[in-house]
């Protein structure tokens, strides 16, 4: 065989990318499928158990037997336990459109995952941020157990502050940014005893869960970013940009409370940024301090209280339980009364 007849690097290439592709397309319709079969599995038994006179026992009754039957006919998978997540599957989404639209989407672990979910809101959030950014069945359960929503929700404090894409489709900043912020993929153990610096370099060695915890939309820029005037140089110890909401984001590093010359420092870096950095097409530069404890008379009295492009938020090095972060928005929202009246009776 001469040299011309053998196949090129590009051809062997495209032959394989051309069968990947259709082979994952294949498995997202068989999976698609299934969920839906799953859903639908879920309305056929609700619908029966409705014909049962005492439900409760007929029901259990009905999974049992039907669990037995399809593991005859069809093989494992059919377990008592995952006939009842068929049923509950279809309980938490009755509306078929939901099914077909977002949960269809994802794979069954995804949704055994969801589901599970208590809060209808929290439910709905994660549904349709893991279609949109395909996030993996560990990031998902990640961000449960991290109380992702949640974390979001406690930080919206700033409603106003908009980032405007087109009249028609608005972004909020507040959507972006959590309080607190958990990094307990550091593995740094407690009681904690280590210098910002060293925290700031292992967020950028662990860059991926870092830009996961951060949320969507950010790439890394820089680690100690120099910005220089005509007589001076200053350090910023992370920057981002974050191509949904159009903008730099500045990260100050604090291992301590929250201090004014904290914020002073980022006022200063924000509009430092704005003038040297920013180009003509991009929204106004966002800083952020993240501090292990917020000094509310700070948060009250100083810039960060009036700036719109300014905020504090704290971050744990451990994952909190449910109990702890509900005391922390609890402190959150106390604050956030305690300084609205402050502002109030001022006006």
Same mark, same amino acid.
């Given at each position: 065989m001469s040299a011309t007849n053998v196949p090129t690097a590009s051809l062997i290439q495209d032959v394989v990318e051309i069968l990947l592709l259709a082979r994952q397309k294949a498995y997202s319709a068989v999976n698609s499928e299934m969920v839906i079969a799953y859903w639908k599995m879920g309305r056929r038994?609700?619908?029966?158990? &409705?014909?049962?006179? &005492?439900?409760?026992?007929?029901g259990e009754a009905i999974l049992k037997t039907l669990s037995v039957a399809l593991t005859a006919e069809l093989g494992k998978g059919f377990s008592y336990a995952n006939i009842r997540n068929f049923r509950q599957f279809y309980l938490t989404y009755p509306d078929e459109s939901i099914c077909y639209a977002v949960c269809s989407k994802l794979s069954w672990s995804h949704n055994r995952l969801i589901m599970r979910i208590e809060n209808p809101e929290a439910r709905k959030y994660y549904l349709k941020e893991c279609a949109d950014q395909m996030w993996s069945t560990r990031t998902l359960e990640r961000n449960i157990n991290s109380h992702y929503y949640q974390r979001l929700i406690s930080s919206q404090? /700033?409603?106003?502050?908009?980032i405007h894409k087109q009249d028609s489709d608005k972004i909020f900043a /507040? =959507?972006?940014? /959590? =309080?607190p912020y958990v990094f307990e993929f550091l593995n740094i153990p407690e009681p904690v005893n280590v210098l910002e610096q060293d925290i700031e370099k292992a967020l950028i060695g662990n860059l991926q869960q870092f830009l996961l915890e951060l949320? /969507?939309?950010?790439?890394?820029?820089?680690? &100690?970013?120099?910005?220089?005037t005509e007589t001076s140089h200053f350090y910023i110890d992370l920057v981002f940009y974050n191509y949904l909401l159009k903008c730099f984001i500045l990260f100050d590093l604090k291992t301590g409370k929250l201090t004014h010359q904290d914020t002073g420092q980022m006022d200063m870096y924000i509009r430092m940024f704005d003038d040297l950095k920013k180009q003509a097409d991009d929204n106004p530069t966002i800083g952020i301090i993240l501090c292990t404890e917020k000094d509310e008379t700070v948060v009250k009295y100083s810039i960060l209280n009036d700036s719109k492009q300014l905020f504090a938020t704290k971050y744990m090095l451990y994952l909190?339980?449910?109990e702890e972060l509900i005391a922390e928005v609890e402190r959150e929202r106390r604050a956030l009364?305690? &300084?609205?009246?402050? =502002?109030k009776q001022l006006k």
């Open positions: 038994i609700v619908e029966e158990e &409705q014909h049962g006179e &005492q439900k409760a026992a007929y404090t /700033k409603s106003e502050i908009l /507040k =959507d972006f940014i /959590k =309080d949320g /969507k939309g950010f790439s890394f820029v820089g680690r &100690q970013f120099r910005i220089s909190p339980t449910e009364e305690i &300084q609205m009246k402050g =502002d």
